[in-house]
Each structure stands twice: as C-alpha cells, then as structure tokens.
C-alpha cells in the first residue's frame, strides 16, 4: 500500500492463486479498492536484470514455469518467513509449522522427563536451551522483539543454571 502510493505501477506478485490465503481481509480490501496495484497470482521472480540497478524482472508461472520478462525499476523483496530447523527435528519440540516451542507452549506430552519442573518462558522442551526470535512459535517476528529475547534469554540461562 505504502509503496503504490509513490510509484507510477505497482505489482505484487504471489507464488499462490489467492491473497486470501496469508493476508488479512481488510487488506485485499483495500488493494482491490485502491486499484493502483496490480495483483499477479503464480508468479515467481527467477532472475532479476539490470546494469547497476534493476530494469527487469524474469517472472515464472509457478504452474507451468513459462517464463517472461517485466519492467521492475525497483523491487521489494518479502520472503523468509519459514524456519531452517529441519535439524532440530525430534530434538525440541515444534509446532505443526517447525517453529520451536518454548515456555507454556510446550505441551506436557513432551515434558515427560522434567519432573516438577517446567520450562521457563522461551526455553525449549529440553532444559537449559533457549529459542529466541522469529525461529520460537507465536513470536512477534520484529527485530526489537528477536533483539529483546536475545537478552532475556542470557538471563533465562543463569537462572537455570542456578536452579540446577
Ligand atoms: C521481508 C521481511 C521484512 C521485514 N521487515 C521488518 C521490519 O520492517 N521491521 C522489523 O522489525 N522486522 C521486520 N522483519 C522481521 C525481522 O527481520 C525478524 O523478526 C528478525 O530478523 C528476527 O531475528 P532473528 O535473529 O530471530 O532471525 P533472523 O534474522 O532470521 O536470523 C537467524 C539467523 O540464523 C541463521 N541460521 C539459520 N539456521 C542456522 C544454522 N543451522 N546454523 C547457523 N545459523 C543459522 C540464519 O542464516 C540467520 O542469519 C522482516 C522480515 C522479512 C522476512
């Protein structure tokens, strides 16, 4: 929204068929409303061109990978949303999306060997390891907040220690 509003042409282009699917109504709302932004469903960027700054974008139909090149003086990246924690599978327990569980969101299931105790807020179901940032389910996925736990979490650790 914020960037169609300096620009001549807008496009935001979505590797799905539907905005509906990770977007809040009340936005398509306005994207639709505002129709200075054109919507492009299974549409990828692959390759972007330019001598020194971008002139045009390689788009790929995420369906038939056709590909064709459109003008994109400037692009805004959104990507990175989903967690790397592959290697963390069966070693702290996660949400159905891999993001780590931590503090009272671990579920007592997974809480088998530790006796009276629980985890403290955003330590993970194996004691004495933190996640902070982004990679913890339910996080507020801004800097500050992954900045901020980054420090709870050092103070978390001592108490932990000093528990055991
Ligand atoms: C497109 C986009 C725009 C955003 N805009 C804003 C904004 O305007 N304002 C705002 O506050 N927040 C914004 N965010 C959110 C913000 O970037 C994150 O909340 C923040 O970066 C989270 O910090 P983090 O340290 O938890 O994770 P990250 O910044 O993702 O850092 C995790 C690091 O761990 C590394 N890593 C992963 N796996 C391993 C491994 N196995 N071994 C070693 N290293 C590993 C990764 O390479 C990465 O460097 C945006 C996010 C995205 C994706």
């Not at 977007?23 to 398509?28: A, F, P, Q, V």
Request: hydrophobic share 40%; with cysteine; charged share 25%.
């Amino acid at each position: 929204m914020f960037l169609s509003e300096h620009t001549a042409s807008c496009r935001l282009l979505i590797r799905g068929g539907d905005l509906s699917k990770s977007m809040s109504r009340y936005l398509i709302d306005e994207i639709e409303q505002r129709g200075r932004i054109e919507v492009m469903t299974y549409s990828e960027i692959v390759e972007l061109n330019g001598n020194g700054a971008p002139e045009t974008a390689l788009v790929a139909d995420t369906r038939t990978g056709e590909r064709r090149p459109l003008p994109a003086k400037a692009v805004f990246i959104f990507i990175g949303a989903s967690p790397h924690t592959d290697w963390l599978r069966g070693q702290v327990a996660m949400d159905e999306h891999c993001f780590v569980l931590t503090g009272r969101d671990v579920g007592e299931e997974d809480l088998s060997e530790w006796g009276e105790e629980r985890p403290y807020f955003l330590e993970t179901s194996m004691p004495g390891i933190f996640a902070v940032g982004d990679v913890h389910s339910g996080s507020v996925k801004r800097c500050a907040s992954a900045v901020g736990e980054g420090s709870m979490a050092v103070r978390l650790a001592y108490q932990r220690l000093e528990a055991r």
